[in-house]
Structure formats: structure tokens, C-alpha cells
């Protein structure tokens, strides 16, 4: 069975992290605008990986009507800038609040 990134570790790097990684939709298609070519690039997602599945055990009480918990992680590439990098979607971890206006965000 292949593995994601084949086995190595992985993580995001400063390119994506603190509100650098946007994106948006066309019609329930999710889009990654590339952080260093701006947002007239998509970012090619070459991989994915699961790297946590398993029943809703974290903040059960404020998420009642979760399934299932779960992390997905996405190999990203530019071929523009060659930007190479991962980002991860997750249910569990921040659960409400106004994020993209967090004062602890750099911009």
C-alpha cells in the first residue's frame, strides 16, 4: 500500500501557515490560491493522505452532531512558482470564532 509523502514526515511550511493559504469555490469545489503567485493561481493538489480517522471523541460536547473525527492532509504544488507544500482540513482543533480576523494572525 503507498503512503502518503511516501512515509516522511510532513508539515506545512511558513508559505501556508497564519491565514497565507486561501482559497475559495466554484459551485462545491474547494480552490488553493497560491500564497506566493496570489490569488490568480490554483494550487495543484498532487496527493492526499488521511492522517487521523477514528469515532468523535474530541469536544463531543459542542460538536453533537459529528460523526466521526478525522484530519485529511493535501500535497500542494504551483507549477507557476514550484511552490511545493502541505496543508491539512480537519474537524477537530478550532471550533467556532472568527479566525481570518484573529488578531494573532500575521499579515
Avoid at 460538536?63 to 473525527?69: A, E, S, T, Y
Amino acid at each position: 500500500m503507498k503512503k502518503f509523502n511516501n512515509g516522511k514526515p510532513f508539515h506545512g511550511s511558513e508559505n501556508i501557515s497564519n491565514g497565507r493559504l486561501t482559497g475559495t469555490t466554484d459551485t462545491d469545489y474547494f480552490y488553493f490560491f497560491c500564497s506566493k503567485c496570489g490569488n490568480a493561481h490554483v494550487l495543484q493538489i498532487l496527493d492526499f493522505g488521511i492522517v487521523n480517522e477514528g469515532p468523535a471523541e474530541y469536544a463531543k460536547e459542542d460538536r453533537p452532531k459529528v460523526k466521526r473525527d478525522f484530519t485529511v492532509a493535501f500535497e500542494l504544488y504551483c507549477s507557476k512558482c514550484k511552490l511545493h507544500d502541505f496543508v491539512k482540513v480537519s474537524n477537530t482543533g478550532w471550533q467556532g470564532g472568527r479566525l481570518k480576523d484573529s488578531p494573532t494572525l500575521k499579515k
